[in-house]
Every structure is written in structure tokens, then in C-alpha cells.
């Protein structure tokens, strides 16, 4: 159940509101004894209200009197400081994040093998843009857009946030599919890619009839390739992350190929 402590206010300041609430005008006497609020705290709590601009003061009065302002009035000032407190939170994560960004630096590559994989629409997904947010150079994306999950249109929207945001950081993005792809996918999903991306100098679309699996070569140095669903379903049933030196060596040579002989892509 929401209470006034929910925005701010302590037990004490929150019975002394309500109290003025139910008494109108009182003196800090009478309201220590209507709230249960201790005369030891009540002058404290009474300058905290009043700071928060949540009760008014007589000063001319023998002795001083308080009473509350509107609850709707006093509310949304309750609402705004929570609004302001949040906010300046909010920067201050900011800069904590900038500048450990600035500290913490990934080691150097290893020639190992390593894989991960991910089984599920939400995880192959959330796995995918979280490889390709850590692109520095390029991301190339092969066959359909790595999108056909479940709901396919907010999955395309993700994916081409995560890509434009690679294309604004200097990211060479490339799209390399089959040629008839385009007519096999909604028109929201043709005009995401197409209206977003393409007005970028540093991504390119091309199609070729050799395409014949999904894949994202991030880069040259990692690959995510998408696993179908075994059942034949429009979505895709997992990803595995592959980082393996001569593997994705001979993917970015098989890349390469294809990519010449193919055809560039034109409005949907």
C-alpha cells in the first residue's frame, strides 16, 4: 500500500501531514500530542515540512501555528523533488559509467577458441545485440536480418538501434542476403532496415543467390551464427557466439567472395 514514506517523507513527518491534515491551523504543542509525534522532534519535522514547502507557518501568531497546504499541491511537490533526486542520480551513474569506461580495459585477444551459445528467442536475441554493441570495426550480417523471433517487428527495431548505433561510433556495417529475402519479410520490417541504415556512408546492402545461412561476422575475429529452429519454425532457436581464429578466418574469406560477385540493393 503507497504511503507518503514512499515519497520521502519519514514516519514522523508523514504523521505530522496528515495530522495538520485533520486539525487545520495548530501550534507544534497541540500537533505533538494529535500526531504521537515527540515534543523532543516535533520542531525538527515541522522546519522539514516546511522546507519541503508541504505546510505554511503564522510567525505572527503567540504561539506559531502550522498549517498544511492541498494534498494535491503538496503531492506534486513531493513527486517533483523525487523527479529532480532521480535525475541527479541518473547523471551521477552517468559520469561513474564514462569514467570507468575510460579504466577498465578488455585484455588483448587470445588465440584460444571460445563459444557460447544461447537457446530461446529473448536470450539468441539479447545474445546477439550484446556482440554487436561491442563492434569496433565492422559487423557484417548474413542472410535474413537476425531478427525472426516471435514478434518480428519490435526484434528488427532492436537489431537496427544496436546497428546504428555501430554506424554512429565509425562501425563499418555490411548486409549481404538472398535476393528474394525482402519479398518474404513484412513491409515494416524492409522499410526499418532500408530508411534507417541506408543513409549512413558506412553500411551497405548487397544480395547474392549464394547466400544460404545466418550468420554475424563482427570484427573479423567472432562470429554469431543462428540456429534455425529443428522444427522448421519462423524463429530462431538459438546462437552460438564462436571466437576461433581459423574459423572465422575462413568466414571472413568466404565473406569476401561472395560479397564481390554480389549485387547492390536497392529500395524495398
Known sequence: MASLQDLGLSEYEARAFRSLLQTGPTSAKDLSRASDVPMGRIYDVLNTLETYGLIRSQTA????????????????????????????????????????????????????PFWTAAVG??????????????ADERISVVGSPPARQVDIVEATERVVDELVAALERGVEVSLLVRPDLFQTLPDAVNREYYDRLSPYENYHARASDGVSSTFELIDDVEVCIEVPHPLGREETFGVIDLKDPEFTADVSEAFADHWAEATPVGPP
Open 61 to 112: 501568531s503567540r504561539p506559531k501555528k502550522y498549517v498544511a497546504v492541498e494534498p494535491e499541491t503538496a503531492l506534486d511537490r513531493l513527486l517533483a523533488d523525487k523527479k529532480e533526486e532521480l535525475e541527479a542520480k541518473a547523471k551521477q551513474y552517468e559520469g561513474i559509467v564514462d569514467e570507468l569506461g575510460e579504466k577498465l580495459e578488455s585484455a588483448d585477444p587470445v588465440d584460444e
Open 121 to 134: 528467442p529473448e536470450e539468441t536475441l539479447d545474445l546477439l545485440l550484446e556482440r554487436l554493441s561491442a
